[in-house]
């Protein structure tokens, strides 16, 4: 009988008109709880750097948390006595007194917003996963001599596919035996399908689709480290298999860019479009980072969307939506006009003399020979 994995945190039903609800906590999310959030999808304090897979630093100095809420130390006696007024932080910020700002309220905002008050939007940030985000799904057919059980081909496969480059495996949602070994030999073949999951941000939507499966295939033609396990309830992970080609690696289910960004929103302020990039992975992009606004305008996102304060430039005056159009300045407009009709009368007063100058010459000038 192949074996089914149970995914964690949901209760066994052994009735089959039965259903499993589960409650997920903080970091997990799905059906049953089965996929996990990427610590650096929520922003960090500012000047605090996530890493990937490992989530916040630690908080800025005379500053406690977690990296990603941090408030002033409570043994202070420098801002003891302040508090931060009732919904000081608009849009989820979250306020806390500022002991290098003389203890001032100040907003740690989400990645959205620009301002510190976090009203005013403009940055980019990472959409929200649909519940029913895809799973990128492989089958694997694979062979061993060591006569392993289920759940070490389980977890042996578990440890390789949890080490590709990029960190996307989820678990192996069947493990079966399909050619037990025969009389003359202990070569034992296996079907395994291993389960990877879709994240919006990174490399991981075009590794899943476009390296997957070179890369298992490497995977496996590695020999396991030794003595990486030791005695222990677990089910051992070091089965040595025969190496595999291409022909024993099966794409059962894969999704292209299109159909994820089907799952993805980019909740907040209106107007924000999904933008990806193979290295990038899937961006909430506001018009505001992407020349909105024309000749100088300076663009605010606003919650009804983005919107343009157009600036004046010399003789021009930008208006318009996106501050596409130029009108001239009035001043601008009669100083030329005035400039250009005093040129006009500059020049023509200067023909009047050049002209009445010449005729004069003209008028009384003889020729030399004219006395004779």
């Avoid at 980019?124 to 089958?139: H, K, V, W």
């Amino acid at each position: 009988m192949p074996l089914m994995v149970q995914p964690p945190g949901c209760p066994v039903i052994s009735n089959p008109f039965q259903v499993a609800s589960c409650k997920c906590d903080n970091n997990t999310f799905g059906q049953y709880c089965e996929r996990s959030k990427d610590p650096c999808d929520e922003q960090c304090f500012p000047n605090v750097k996530c890493i990937p897979g490992q989530g916040c630093d630690p908080c800025p100095p005379n500053l406690t948390g977690d990296g990603r809420h941090c408030t002033g130390l409570e043994d202070s006696e420098h801002c003891q006595n302040k508090s931060c007024p009732v919904n000081y932080c608009y849009n989820q910020g979250h306020c806390y007194i500022s002991q290098t700002l003389d203890c001032q309220p100040t907003c740690t905002c989400p990645p959205a917003f620009t301002d510190n008050r976090c009203f005013l939007a403009g940055n980019n940030f990472a959409p929200t996963i649909d519940p029913e985000f895809p799973l990128r799904t492989i089958q694997l057919i694979l062979s061993e001599e060591e006569n392993a059980t289920e759940a070490e081909v389980n977890a042996s496969v578990a440890y390789r596919l949890e080490n590709l480059d990029v960190r996307a495996f989820l678990r192996n949602s069947r493990v079966q035996k399909i050619s037990p070994p025969a009389a003359s030999s202990s070569l034992q073949q296996w079907l395994v399908i291993s389960e990877f999951q879709y994240r919006p941000r990174g490399p991981v939507i075009h590794f899943l689709n476009t390296q997957l499966l070179d890369a298992v295939v490497e995977a496996f033609l590695l020999q396991a480290p030794q003595g990486r396990w030791k005695k222990s309830e677990e089910p051992r992970n070091d089965v040595v298999f025969h190496p595999i080609s291409r022909r024993d690696v099966l794409s059962l289910k894969a999704s292209n860019v299109s159909t994820l960004q089907t799952h993805l929103k980019c909740n907040g302020y209106k107007g924000y479009k999904l933008v990806y990039s193979p290295q990038g992975g899937f961006t909430c992009v506001s018009p505001c980072s992407e020349g909105y606004c024309e000749h100088g305008g300076q663009c605010q996102h606003l919650p009804d969307g983005p919107r343009c304060s157009c600036m004046s430039f010399s003789i021009y005056t930008p208006w318009g939506e996106h501050c596409e159009h130029l009108s001239m300045k009035l001043g601008a407009f009669f100083g030329i006009l005035f400039g250009a009709l005093g040129a006009l009368l500059l020049l023509g007063a200067m023909v009047f003399v050049v002209h009445r100058f010449w005729y004069t010459k003209t008028r009384f000038s003889y020729p030399l020979d004219s006395e004779s």
